[in-house]
């Protein structure tokens, strides 16, 4: 009924704003002092990330942050027009959802046990779906 060609596009195209729209939100809230404070521990901790607030701010580190996962989100959208861009913007992202993900390994305190179930906040679990998704992007564009 559908071509696959057609289902591809589609499925492209939720794809990038599945990726887009969270990176674009997210990254404009990283200018707000609610989110720097929110993710200084998760930052402050990292091995590759922590030393940033040695020499920047707590909401310059964020707004760091925040600008990279706009360009990465606005290089997304782009990549409807350019695969060279597509591709990159697919690796940055795919670097942006290790890194959040690795957060659950390296922040104190991330995992806890609740009636014997370990657990965690949650909200990075929803990374690995972005992550490959992100995969998905840089080798539709490769």
Request: hydrophobic share 55%; with cysteine.
């Amino acid at each position: 009924m559908y071509s696959s060609t057609l289902l591809q596009k589609v499925a492209y195209m939720i794809g990038i704003a599945g990726l887009a729209i969270p990176l674009l939100w997210i990254g404009i809230f990283k200018f707000t002092p609610t989110e720097a404070a929110t993710i200084k521990p998760l930052v402050e901790n990292h091995f590759a990330m922590g030393w940033l607030y040695h020499f920047c701010s707590v909401q310059m580190v964020s707004n760091v942050i925040g600008a990279s996962e706009i360009a990465v989100g606005i290089g997304l959208i782009l990549s409807f027009w350019t695969k060279k861009i597509g591709k990159y913007a697919g690796i940055a992202s795919t670097i942006i959802f290790l890194t959040t993900i690795s957060f659950l390994f390296t922040t104190p305190g991330e995992w806890r046990t609740v009636d014997g179930i370990p657990v965690t906040d949650f909200f990075i679990i929803k990374d690995i779906g972005l992550l490959a998704l992100s995969v998905w992007v840089w080798s539709k564009n490769a």
